[in-house]
């Protein structure tokens, strides 16, 4: 039986491109959470999920090649505060950090 090859991987991510609001009037992911579109676009990547190694009983947090640079201090009540909380932390970050 012959072996299916699988499609290599691409290299680079695609980029997420904002788009107008829906014809229903919700945002999209990118227009609410404009700081986490721009941070898995172009400087790294957020993890979610009850993991381990979270210190805190968080479990959402933001890296980058270099490491962790945000992690929730607390546990949140909805997936929607802790992607709100995320989106605050990564402004201040970018703001002291560039």
């Given at each position: 039986m012959p072996t299916?090859?699988?499609?290599?991987?691409?290299?680079?991510?695609?980029?997420?491109t904002?788009?107008?609001?829906p014809p229903n009037g919700q945002y999209s992911f990118e227009q609410?959470?404009?700081t986490i579109t721009e941070w898995i676009?172009?400087?790294?990547w957020i993890e979610i999920g009850d993991q381990d190694d979270f210190n805190n009983g968080a479990?959402?947090?933001?890296?980058?090649?270099?490491?962790?640079?945000w992690e929730a201090e607390l546990d949140h009540s909805s997936l929607?505060?802790?992607l709100h909380d995320l989106e605050k932390?990564?402004?201040?970050w970018h703001e002291k950090n560039g």
């Open positions: 299916k090859k699988l499609p290599n991987k691409p290299t680079s991510r695609k980029s997420v904002p788009k107008a609001t609410t959470y404009p676009n172009e400087r790294g479990f959402i947090r933001a890296l980058d090649p270099g490491g962790m640079v929607d505060d802790a932390g990564l402004k201040k």
